[in-house]
C-alpha cells in the first residue's frame, strides 16, 4: 500500500463499504502492520471525512 492508493475497508459487519484515498501512512514495517490516514468519499454529516485505519482492516481497490 502506497499513498494515492483507493482503499476500501475488507471486512465492514455494518456494510458501510465506502471507498478513500490513502494519504499518509505511519509504522509500517515488518514487524507492525502499520496505519493509513484515509481520506473517505461518502455521505458524511458531522464528521470529518479523514481517519487512521489500520491496514491490515482495507483492501487496495486502485493501485497509483
Known amino acids: 500500500m502506497i499513498v494515492g492508493d483507493m482503499v476500501r475497508v475488507e471486512n465492514d ?3 458501510w463499504f465506502g471507498f ?3 494519504l ?7 514487524r507492525h502492520c502499520g496505519e493509513a490516514f ?3 468519499f461518502d455521505e458524511w454529516s458531522d464528521e470529518e471525512p479523514t481517519d487512521w485505519n489500520k ?10
Open 24 to 30: 499518509k501512512l505511519k509504522n509500517v514495517d515488518s
Open 55 to 64: 491496514i491490515s482492516n482495507l483492501k487496495i481497490i486502485s493501485k497509483t
Open 20 to 22: 478513500g484515498v490513502v
Open 13 to 15: 459487519p455494518t456494510g
Open 38 to 40: 484515509v481520506h473517505w
